[in-house]
C-alpha cells in the first residue's frame, strides 16, 4: 500500500501563487507516476498533472498549461504542484494520486491506484 498525504493549500487572491506538496509513504518504491487532480463543487474531477517518477517526464492537462507545474523530489518521496497566476475557477479541492508499476506504465496514466485527502484551494477575486 501506499499512502499519500497532500499540504500546501489555501486562500489566495486570484493572480497569486501556491505550492501544494504531496508526500509518499508505504511501498513508495512501486510508484510509477503520480499526479494531482482536482474537484470543484458541483463539477467533475478534473485531471491536473502527471510526472513519472524515475524519469520525471510530465504530462498537463487544459488551461493549467503554462501556469501549473509539477515536480517531485524521489529522495524525500514528495511531489509538488507550484500554482501561479491563480483564478478563481482554480478553486477545488486538490488531490494527489499515484499509480504502481505493476499497475500501468502508460504515460499519462489512465487510472491510479492510491489518492489521497485532499487539501482545499481557495482563489478570492
Known amino acids: 500500500q501506499v499512502q499519500l498525504v497532500e499540504s500546501g493549500g489555501g486562500l489566495v487572491q486570484a493572480g497569486g501563487s501556491l505550492r501544494l506538496s504531496c508526500a509518499a509513504s508505504?511501498?513508495?518504491?512501486?510508484?510509477?507516476?503520480m499526479g494531482w487532480f482536482r474537484q470543484a463543487p458541483g463539477k467533475e474531477r478534473e485531471s491536473v498533472a502527471a510526472i513519472t517518477r524515475n524519469v520525471g517526464s510530465t504530462y498537463y492537462t487544459g488551461s493549467e498549461k503554462g501556469r501549473f507545474t509539477i515536480s517531485r523530489d524521489n529522495d524525500k518521496n514528495e511531489v509538488y504542484l507550484q500554482m501561479n497566476s491563480l483564478r478563481p475557477e482554480d478553486t477545488a479541492v486538490y488531490y494527489c494520486?499515484?499509480?504502481?508499476?505493476?499497475?500501468?506504465?502508460?504515460?499519462?496514466?489512465?487510472?491510479?491506484?492510491?489518492w489521497g485527502q485532499g487539501t482545499q484551494v481557495t482563489v478570492s477575486s
Open positions: 508505504g511501498r513508495s518504491f512501486s510508484i510509477y507516476a
Open positions: 494520486e499515484a499509480v504502481s508499476v505493476w499497475k500501468t506504465t502508460a504515460f499519462p496514466p489512465v487510472a491510479y491506484d492510491y
